[in-house]
């Protein structure tokens, strides 16, 4: 299986993830400018998917400029060693992980 279709496989993982949580989720084409965008009872996600690495500086930047202009909450969802973890990113030098248990409330 090829590059793409992995980082696809892994995107879906996620979608699938958040829409059994209630959340309406669409894949965005060519993951620009980043992979997935979620609503939720006014509540907005941009969603960055990885599998194995993590995002640069320059990565968590970008996304927090979109996050902040969008009103939306910026996340990295990873999967590693076969398991999905999600990071709620707070600045380009600090991530907090979140359990998949959180997208279920309403506390973004």
Request: proline letters at 2%; a positive charge.
């Amino acid at each position: 299986m090829g590059k793409y279709a992995k980082g696809r496989r892994i995107e879906y993982k996620v979608k699938n993830i958040l829409s059994k949580a209630g959340w309406y989720v669409w894949r965005l084409a060519a993951s620009k400018p980043f992979d997935l965008i979620a609503i939720k009872n006014g509540e907005i996600l941009i969603v960055e998917c990885k599998k194995g690495s993590s995002l640069t500086k320059m990565e968590k930047i970008k996304l927090l400029k979109i996050a902040r202009n969008g009103g939306a909450t910026p996340i990295l969802a990873k999967y590693e060693n076969n398991t999905m973890h999600f990071y709620k990113i707070l600045s380009e030098d600090q991530m907090e992980e979140v359990k998949a248990d959180y997208f279920k409330g309403n506390d973004i």
